[in-house]
């Protein structure tokens, strides 16, 4: 410190006397006039002599140093190859010292000295302004590892230097420095798209860091208005082989919104000599990157499939960002199909082809047919039930590997984002729109606002219909005012369903059940007939010829578990054969006229 002191008083006390002595000509066209005033002449030439080589020789080799540093970090790939190469045993990069003289002989062909110099200075001040800038940016980010030894720093004082840089520049050269500016803004755009990993890490990322948490920490809860309600995502993954078309669905469903993707792997930790969780991350992010998602991933280990899903739906997010809909894949019979080539997660072209051979190698294969599934159907069941009791929206989805997202979005002909609000297992219900149907209008209505569904898709609500025309064209009139009032924009059909309540009515009959009674939960699938629900799955598919996706109302499951499976089968019956289907069942208000 003291000899910084001392040398800087020297330079500052000779500029003074310099100024107030000599004339700005002969500063400008007398480089040795120093000579001419100084008690004995010949120590100005040593002095300079002695001060450009030591000057000279020092920038050299540091300058061929940070050449060696920007090839090994593979910074502007193949360009800088040779100077990798060109490093001696004891490690002397000569190809990056010769680099750098031809680079100072480039510029000593300039001529002259009062051209070189300012270039020279401005870049000279230019890193020192970045090196300010990057002090500060750490100090501003709360860096825990960034302790400066300088006792009177902080993100005030970078400031100031980064000032003083920046004007001194202009001061010497405006063209010069304005050219520098944009060389140095091109190089810090080029590195930070061109390089995504570096051992040296990046400093935005701990920005970032601390700007999220601080406004995290401002998203309260306690705020929330129905107003800016948005689909808060955690789809849970068995196996993202098989599920790569309905992870990028759900990144369209979301709308700007929260994203997880959740996994459980089964077991205890006593099982493992690490945390096999912790292992399968890379991988789990990897997809994410490959498939261009905008989602976080949670992976969780627990002793059942049940256990792990509660562990995620009570801790996914954080703060204010927490899900609220919950996305679970069909429970059905069918096989697992491969969705990685279909969605472009291409194989590893070779063994050494890291890119890839984390995900191909540590995923699992699909279950085989005929193997057992990890969750029972009750247990399948309980789990939809814990989905409500903790206060989650929920969206059961089947069919979502024929789903052709890129031929939807491509495809010049129209197709349709279909809506069914009503509770087929509770039929008497028709045309009341409950708390879950608006939920499911809002959802494909949020779908229908992504642009590329916006402009290849038409969203249309579908209205049974009964004998009465008066009563349904009353009934329509109103939806229409409804979705008019909620700023849905879409096409109102209706279907003439009286032949198919007559089935399910028959049923009641023939079981001496009174229609015109309450019915509790347990017994509305009991009072559901088989011919009733094949009768409404014609119903359905006669409408979707050109149907992208399907959005139909979820009955809830009855209390009683020996009930469970009949449940099951009634929804895989209802949904056979559909075009890629979500059964959504909403308990959050999520939309108000009160705008």
Known sequence: MAACIFTGIIYAVLSVLISYTCSKDLL???????????????????????ATLSASLSTLIGASRVLIALARDQLFGILLYPVEWGVTRSGNPWVAVLISWFLVQCVLLLGQLNTIAPLVTIFFLLSYAATNLACMALDIASAPNFRPSFHFFSWHSALLGILGCLTMM??????????????????????????????????????????VRKYLLKLDTRKDHVKFWRPQMLLLISNPRSGCQLIRFVNDMKKSGLFVLGHVKTGTLDEFPTDPVQEEIPAWLKLVDTLHVKAFTELTLATTVREGVQHLMRLAGLGGMKPNTVVLGFYDDDPPEDTFIKCGVNRPQSPTDDEDVDIFNQFPPLREPGYDKLVSPIEYVKIMTDCIRLQKNICLTRYFY?????????????????????????????????????????????????????KQTKLRVFLCSELDEVANTNRKEKLGRFLKELRIKAEIISVPWQNVITLNTQNMVESGIDEDLPTSPTSLITNVSENYI???????????????????????PSADEREHEQYLQLLDMLTAAFPPT???HGIQEVTTLAL
């Open 28 to 50: 400008l066209y007398d480089y040795g006039f120093l000579q001419d005033i100084n008690v004995v002449p010949p120590l100005v030439a040593v002095g300079v002599l002695a």
């Open 402 to 454: 024929e789903l052709d997202r890129d031929k939807i979005t491509r495809n010049g002909e129209p197709s349709y984002i279909d809506v069914w609000p009503v509770n087929f297992f509770k039929p008497e219900t028709v045309g009341y729109l409950d708390t879950a149907c608006i939920f499911l209008l809002q959802v494909a209505c949020v779908l229908h606002m992504v642009p590329a569904w916006k």
């Open 170 to 211: 202009f001061l010497t050269n405006a063209i010069f420095a304005s050219i520098s500016l944009v060389v140095f803004l091109a190089l810090f755009i080029y590195i930070y798209l061109r390089v995504p990993e570096s051992e040296w890490g990046y400093v935005t990322q701990a920005l970032i860091f601390h700007q």
């Open 582 to 584: 979500v059964l959504v």
């Open 534 to 556: 094949h009768a409404l799955n014609r119903l359905v598919k006669s409408y979707t010829q050109k149907t992208a996706v399907l959005f139909c109302y979820l009955p809830l």
